[in-house]
């Protein structure tokens, strides 16, 4: 099963922030935090990852709390095109794969 | 940018027929997945492959499925005998290891729809 909690859904207003949770509290301490979205008909797509330290990228920032139980994907302007399911993913090392939530899913109004 | 190719985008079949979904995966990556998801489903790993041997699979890859680096670039997942609980999309991934992280590039994927 998941490793990380995410709220079901969420909604924006177009050109505001966004705000993600993801709760992870039993996170190991070479755990990476990958952020992934799907938009519809589409494969996931990379937006983010981070270890210990808050990460920018020209997509998103990535907050990550202290105790690393927990991180905040930020959408610093939602457009309609960042709806999506915005998925929060815990890569363990020495196994690879993904395991996905169900993830959060993203309604950006006009 | 470098991304991941599938073909067919949507590929149709009876059931019982075999069918191959093809990938070409980034071209300096190491390691590579096959992914599905059912419609209103979750994501769901299937497979993964690493210098021409599964590393590891999941209990849904059972005998019916099999896959395939054939030639330098193609990734292949083989289903021998579709059933109809086969139909979903099929993601493939790739994975450079690159400093220990693994971040995963996936495919726009391919819709197998079993009749």
């Known amino acids: 099963d998941a490793k990380t909690t995410q709220p079901n859904s969420m909604e924006s207003n177009e050109e505001e922030p966004v705000h993600l949770p993801c709760n992870h509290s039993t996170i190991s301490g070479t755990d990476y935090i990958h952020w992934y979205r799907q938009l519809p008909s589409q494969g996931p797509e990379y937006v983010i990852h981070?270890?210990?330290s808050n990460v920018n990228n020209r997509m998103a920032s990535l907050a990550i709390a202290e105790d690393r139980k927990s991180s905040t994907l930020i959408l610093h302007r939602a457009t309609l095109r960042d709806a999506a399911v915005y998925y929060c993913?815990?890569?363990?090392?020495?196994?690879?794969?993904?395991?996905f939530g169900t993830g959060t899913r993203l309604k950006v109004l006009a | 940018e470098p991304e991941v190719t599938q073909t067919p985008s949507h590929q149709v079949t009876q059931m019982g027929q075999e069918v191959i979904l093809r990938c070409v995966p980034i071209?300096?990556?190491?390691?590579f997945y096959w992914y599905r998801q059912i419609l209103g489903q979750k994501v769901e790993f299937l497979v993964s492959f690493y210098n021409n041997e599964i590393s590891e699979k999941s209990e849904i890859f059972d005998d019916q499925f099999s896959v395939e680096r054939p030639d330098g670039s193609n990734f292949t997942l083989k289903i021998r005998s579709t059933k109809l609980e086969d139909s979903a999309m099929y993601f493939c991934?790739?994975?450079?290891?690159?400093?220990?992280?693994?971040?995963?590039?996936f495919g726009p994927g391919t819709r197998l729809t079993v009749l």
């Open positions: 071209s300096n990556h190491l390691y």
């Open positions: 981070g270890l210990t």
């Open positions: 991934a790739s994975r450079q290891t690159q400093g220990g992280i693994d971040t995963q590039y």
């Open positions: 993913i815990l890569t363990t090392s020495g196994t690879y794969k993904y395991i």
